[in-house]
């Protein structure tokens, strides 16, 4: 395609002449100030730049940050007075007490194991394998546990991306897909853990009751052994009073309840594995009992018998399924979220969810598999019970195995205790009490789950509610955020979470209620995953997990896996759980809660601000979903095609990118033009915006384009423009300094990318033809992939060298290997480390290791700043592989940088540069030229390095000068990308 003219000024080397005003020889007495100053002098007193610090990206409310110097302060170059901002959260009283943080043992794997093993693994787990037999058996328990891991991973993802507070899952959904799901699986999650509460108390309860049937002739205390209902209410309520008051005497004491209650569970499922090496009798049953009932021990023909299924009609009277069976058994590895609600009493959440979490599924995994496999050896799957039959030594009676109608009918003839077969695993809940040895401890092994369920319940569900309450999602619900003590425990929440617990408690039937809780917690896990496929499609740069083992497809995977088993598993209540969501994330649609927490749902709406722009307009800023939208001055793209490269790698598939040519007011005709540069854009695979601003001054046609640009929020925050390397031409200069300062006045971030051969070539460029191969074997259909090839010749006509060519794709076809060093000398808004994170996730730069250099104060704070740079970069998930403090930054540069400099100054047209401009900025013009210093000592051999651009200051410094400094600094480097933020923060480590 034809190309257009070239925009004039910022590549071309024109002739230099000597200034003749700084000599390194002249005499101390009319320039002895020049670079001499007080030698112990700390860097904090020569500027009021800010280096990296913590502290400055604590506040999440907004971007802007006030420790960090302001722009304008920057810019007029002193600190101003603020005024302090009233703290957002009140006059909060002071909490008193012990603060009690859990560690990933005690704190998450400890109530993962507790809530896992439930009662199911004593009461259920041989129901299972009964009925589905080993194959099926163990495939129910695996397929379970995928479920549960592929949601572990998810959550692990979203709990490492960021310090998560209190509320558990609720606060990670919330916070990666916005309030609105967020707020319906808080109320959710809340209603169904205080169901839980009633239905693991009554639990305990039954299980109490046929312990003491097992013991004595109790008959009950108002009712009778088979209707034990009002029994169950009566001891029900002070056990769930006690666990009231257990709850609001502290974490301390629920884990020390909790810990010994594991100790029961560790113990009852020790004697069940010694009982399976005790042939005879147990303390529980006699041997005739035992084996009639279907203990047969460890046997190859049991197991033969009980590989595959025998599914047998229900309580319900239809016959039972693998589906059947796969939602029995799910309930009992719902459990993954006990230590994640507490995320607000962890040290270190983003540690102690995915290590204690994962640990616990693969824990009880493997227990869950082992004691399957030994039900399989151990008990038949069916046992009439009648001892007659285990001692039949004459023959006459059947085998106890043995469940056909004419046995059956046999059993009836010769009247016999059991006439049909109601024991063996597919029948008799009790089986675990006749493998174990006592018998006993199994029942203390139903109290240790059903009791450390419910005090989970208990805890968990009020910190969800005091979360959501914090949030002030729904009206009046800000009641509940109220905390108490040290750890702000939710005394109001727990009275809540008890009073819905007793009235459950009271209405004593809960299977469908639980069914439902079950649902709750399938919509959770569901969403849960969502949040992860949703965060990483949106491609935003907040989203930085620092857990790596997750795939957005395998959560995807696993969302639709637990939606479909909501319905597969129960229809009308995975309708009724999906009405209750929807009704919930109507209101909040309805209501348009003030919340402002950077999640994937916000970023989406900025991808598709093209067709939602309206949609873009009512979202507010947050740090979370910044990206750069670059503002190009590019001239004609194709004369600059190595700037346009690199801007297309910060913006590609995530960012605007707009790019700017500048042209004088007399080339009016441009529809022509403007339609060959999009054909050249969209044949180069660029999707960029071009824009043309019709100016013959170039500071003030950008100053047209970047306050014209854009339209809302889909504006650029970042201008990005090459080197100007014309040295002669002091109004060119002028301008383009002029270009800078109006930019960083619009509160624009700024980049200036500096290439060692330049970045335009439409000198050397006189035509381009572009091959696109289409990659897509379907005919007829338009690809999206595609190879694209350029063939560049000369002005003469012929192809221009391959060093040329290879100059020019720099940054699109080479793929480097080496270090990306940046910079990072004072403090904007992270703005100089969140480019090449970018950078890194680009094929072209992906193997590059990244070093960060800052600058200290002081020479003595060397150690505790390199610790402090190296923590921060870790909180904010950025990999790095070294960091470097420069102390001395203050030090005299070396004389020979000097005479360097003071060479590259005479090639400025004269009066450009005063001696009182030189006096004035001693300072500065040291601090550069020993960063230059440290640039060539430490740099030369980077891919790129990233540097923070001085700050150019209206009145203070000449333009001529201030080019110098960033001549100096980048000469004879490998490509360097000046870049400076605009003081707002760009990087936070919160979630």
């Not at 993962?112 to 041989?126: A, D, E, K, P, Q």
């Not at 995953?529 to 857990?547: A, D, E, I, Q």
């Not at 995807?556 to 909501?566: F, Y």
């Not at 094929?843 to 923590?871: G, H, I, M, W, Y």
Request: hydrophobic share 40%.
């Amino acid at each position: 395609m034809p190309l257009g003219e070239k925009n004039g000024g910022y590549e071309d080397d024109g002739p230099q002449r000597s200034a003749g005003f700084l000599s390194v020889n002249q005499q101390p007495a009319a320039y002895g100030n020049t670079y001499v100053y007080e030698p112990d002098k700390s860097l904090s007193r020569m500027t009021v730049e800010a280096l990296p610090s913590e502290e400055h990206y604590r506040k999440l409310s907004s971007i802007h940050v006030d420790q960090r110097p302001t722009m304008e302060e920057l810019m007029v170059g002193e600190k101003m007075h603020k005024i302090e901002e009233e703290n957002e959260a009140g006059d909060m009283p002071k909490l008193s007490g012990k603060v009690v943080k859990f560690g990933w043992i005690e704190g998450v794997f400890m109530r993962c194991l507790l809530n896992i093993w439930g009662v199911m693994l004593f009461l259920r787990l041989t129901w299972v394998i009964g009925q589905a037999g080993l194959i099926q058996g163990l495939l129910v328990i695996t397929l379970c546990n995928v479920v549960t891991g592929v949601t572990a991973l998810s959550m692990s993802a979203v709990a490492t991306n960021g310090q998560i507070a209190s509320g558990g899952v609720y606060y990670m959904i919330s916070r990666a897909l916005g309030p609105e799901f967020g707020g319906a699986i808080g109320i959710m999650f809340t209603v169904a853990n205080s169901i839980s509460v009633a239905t693991y108390t009554l639990g305990f309860c039954d299980n109490l009751f046929d312990l003491i049937y097992d013991l004595s002739d109790f008959q009950g205390i108002v009712a009778d052994r088979e209707n034990r209902l009002n029994d169950l209410r009566i001891i029900g309520t002070p056990v769930l009073i006690l666990i009231l008051v257990l709850a609001v005497i502290g974490m301390e004491w629920v884990t020390r309840v909790q810990k010994l209650l594991l100790l029961m569970l560790i113990l009852a499922q020790i004697d069940m594995l010694v009982g399976t090496f005790l042939p005879k009798e147990n303390a529980y049953a006699s041997d005739e009992e035992r084996h009639a009932k279907g203990f047969t021990g460890w046997s190859v023909d049991t197991a033969k018998d009980n590989v595959y299924d025998d599914y047998l009609i229900g309580d319900s009277g239809q016959r039972e399924d693998f589906m059947s069976v796969f939602g029995v058994f799910f309930t009992a590895v719902t459990g993954i979220v006990a230590g994640a609600n507490l995320s607000g009493d962890l040290k270190d959440p983003g540690l102690a969810i995915p290590k204690g979490t994962l640990l616990a599924i693969g824990f009880t995994y493997v227990t869950y598999i082992i004691f399957g496999i030994m039900v399989g050896f151990n008990f038949v799957k069916q046992a009439s019970g009648n001892t007659e039959e285990y001692l039949n030594t004459s023959g006459v009676y059947p085998d106890i195995a043995n469940c056909t109608d004419a046995a059956n009918a046999e059993r009836v003839r010769l009247n016999l205790t059991y006439t049909s077969c109601g024991f063996g695993s597919a029948h008799d809940q009790k089986v675990m009490t006749y493998i174990s040895g006592t018998g006993y401890l199994v029942y203390l092994g139903c109290y240790g789950a059903t009791l450390s369920s419910a005090i989970a319940s208990l805890v968990g569900a009020p910190r969800v509610l005091q979360a959501v309450g914090k949030d002030k999602l729904y009206p009046k619900i800000d009641f509940f955020a109220k905390g108490n003590g040290a750890n702000n425990d939710p005394f109001r929440g727990y009275i809540l979470v008890f009073l819905i617990a007793f009235g459950c408690l009271m209405i004593g039937e809960l299977n469908a209620i639980g069914k439902l809780a079950s649902n709750f917690f399938l919509a959770a896990y569901a969403l849960m995953n969502l949040s992860v496929f949703h965060s990483s499609m949106t491609k935003s740069p907040g989203w930085r997990p620092s857990f790596k083992f997750y795939n957005p497809w395998v959560s995807l995977a696993g969302c639709i896996v637990c939606i479909a088993l909501m319905f597969l598993i129960d229809l009308i209540l995975a309708i009724s759980t999906i009405a209750a969501v929807a009704i919930l994330y109507g209101f909040m649609v309805y209501l348009k809660p003030e919340s402002n927490w950077g999640s994937s749902a916000e970023a989406l709406v900025f991808l598709n601000a093209l067709n939602n722009t309206h949609s873009l307009n009512e979202l507010k800023d947050h740090v979370k979903t910044y990206r750069p939208k670059i503002l190009l001055l590019s001239g004609n793209p194709a004369h600059r095609q190595p700037l346009l490269d690199f801007a297309n790698l910060l913006t590609k598939k995530m960012s605007l990118l707009i790019c700017a040519h500048i042209m004088p007011e007399k080339e009016q005709d441009t529809e022509a033009f403007k339609e060959n540069i999009q054909a050249w854009l969209r044949d180069h695979g660029i999707k960029s915006f071009y824009a043309i601003s019709h100016n013959d001054s170039f500071s003030q046609g950008v100053k047209n384009a970047i306050s014209l640009a854009g339209l809302g929020k889909l504006s650029p925050n970042m201008v990005l423009m090459g080197y100007n390397s014309n040295k002669d031409d002091i109004n060119n200069i002028n301008e383009y300094f002029d270009s800078l300062l109006f930019s960083f006045e619009k509160k624009m971030a700024v980049g200036i990318l500096k290439l060692p051969n330049g970045t335009d070539y439409s000198s050397q460029v006189g035509s381009e033809e572009t091959i696109i191969e289409n990659l897509n074997s379907n005919k007829g259909k338009e690809s999206k992939r595609a190879n694209i090839e350029a063939i560049y010749r000369g002005v003469d006509g012929k192809p221009l060298p391959k060093s040329v060519v290879d100059e020019i794709q720099q940054f699109n076809k080479s793929k480097r290997e080496g270090v990306i060093d940046v910079w990072w000398l004072f403090d904007d808004g992270g703005l100089a480390l969140l480019l090449p994170y970018i950078l890194k996730t680009r094929k072209q730069f992906a193997d590059c290791k990244l070093r960060v250099f800052s600058l200290s104060n002081r020479p003595e704070d060397f150690d505790e700043n390199t610790r402090n740079l190296a923590n921060l970069l870790a909180k904010f998930r950025i990999e790095f592989s070294e960091v470097l403090i420069i102390p001395d930054i203050t030090k005299k540069a070396k004389p020979e940088t000097k005479a360097e400099f003071e060479k590259l100054l005479a090639g400025y047209p004269l009066g450009s540069i005063q001696p009182s401009d030189i006096a004035a900025n001693s300072e500065r013009t040291n601090r550069h030229l020993r960063t230059a210093e440290l640039l060539r000592e430490k740099s030369m051999a980077s891919e790129l390095i990233i540097l923070t651009l001085p700050l150019p200051r209206r009145g203070q410094c000449p333009p001529a000068m201030y080019m110098a400094w960033l001549d100096i600094m980048a000469k004879g480097l490998p490509p360097v990308l000046f870049t400076r933020g605009n003081q707002t923060s760009v990087l936070t480590y919160y979630s």
